[in-house]
């Protein structure tokens, strides 16, 4: 079975223009929450989508959206990009609702900000 | 403001040996926790979770400890491998994967 796949895996932007990442989650997983991880530090929760509905937001700002599918993929969109903005992009999908089933993991997209 | 909390960057131990990952939270909300490893280049893989009704939670070579009065967990590898070697996430959430809060890592090193 295929696991969580992001894509792009790496990025390169400058400031001011807007990106696009994009995450398919495990076939049957109906939850995906996307994740900033900066280095040295630890993956920053930013949305967490069920069933195509935000269930959560993190300390975000309004640069960044998301939304999820009929197909349960999602995308995870920044606006305005900073330099700050460079990090690598985690996505997780889990089945969601109340299962215990735990999250996994795609192998993120590594944005870079020139 | 940490809510999760991982004290120590990084630890060294002997293959063979215990390896103690420490965990600290600060939110009394958090009921549920969780480990996760990550090699360098893929993302995280979850490994063992807690609840905050049980204190010992344990999957084969890989057993976590919860203090809810102390608001301390940690992470025992017994015996410890050169495969563990990865950074350690602590995590918690106030509900089953929702909102998961991340502490910082820990670089295990696993020395021959």
């Known amino acids: 079975d295929a696991g969580v796949t992001q894509s792009p895996t790496h990025l390169i932007k400058t400031r001011g223009q807007h990106v696009t990442l994009r995450c398919s989650p495990i076939s049957g997983h109906k939850s995906v929450s996307w994740y900033q991880q900066v280095l040295g530090q630890g993956p920053q929760f930013i949305f967490q989508?069920?069933?195509?509905?935000?269930?959560g937001r993190g300390n975000f700002p309004d640069r960044f959206s998301a939304r999820q599918f009929p197909n349960y993929s999602s995308e995870l969109n920044v606006n305005a990009l900073l330099l700050g903005d460079s990090a690598l992009y985690l996505c997780a999908s889990s089945l969601g609702g109340f299962s215990n089933q735990p999250q996994h993991f795609g192998d993120g997209t590594r944005l870079s900000i020139l | 403001d940490q809510q999760v909390k991982q004290n120590s960057p990084s630890l060294s131990v002997q293959e063979g040996r215990i390896s103690i990952l420490n965990c600290d939270y600060t939110?009394?909300?958090?009921?549920?926790f969780l480990w996760y490893k990550k090699y360098p280049a893929e993302g995280p893989t979850f490994l063992i979770s807690i609840s905050s009704i049980k204190d010992k939670n344990e999957d084969g070579r890989f057993t976590v400890f919860l203090n809810k009065s102390a608001k301390h967990l940690s992470l025992h590898i017994v015996p410890s491998q050169p495969g563990d070697s990865a950074v350690y996430f602590c995590a918690a959430s106030a509900v089953p994967w929702d909102k998961i809060i991340f502490g910082k890592g820990t670089r295990l090193h696993i020395l021959p």
């Open positions: 939110n009394s909300m958090f009921d549920y």
């Open positions: 989508y069920y069933e195509k509905e935000e269930r």
